[in-house]
């Protein structure tokens, strides 16, 4: 299954692994289709594919974070 999300990063994960470590854990794998990274925000969107169980557990994992996950409807190139 594949789903289309972003990912809003608070500044204290910017520098962090976050994606890497969820996609790790949880058998999914991100297609970062837009990415923008300040000094105090890190944006992000991408397609995430995987078992439906484990991309609601590593959206999860994103979520108790900090990091502020949104659907995304549509094309996501913009």
Do not use: C
Request: overall charge negative.
């Amino acid at each position: 299954m594949k789903r289309r999300v972003k990912l809003t990063f608070p500044q204290h994960l910017i520098k962090e692994p976050v994606l890497f470590t969820m996609a790790k854990k949880f058998d999914v794998m991100p297609n970062i289709r837009r990415a923008r990274v300040t000094e105090t925000v890190g944006e992000m969107v991408l397609e995430l594919e995987g078992e439906e169980e484990n991309l609601e557990k590593g959206l999860q994992s994103l979520r108790d974070q900090g990091v502020e996950v949104e659907t995304v409807e549509g094309d996501i190139i913009e």
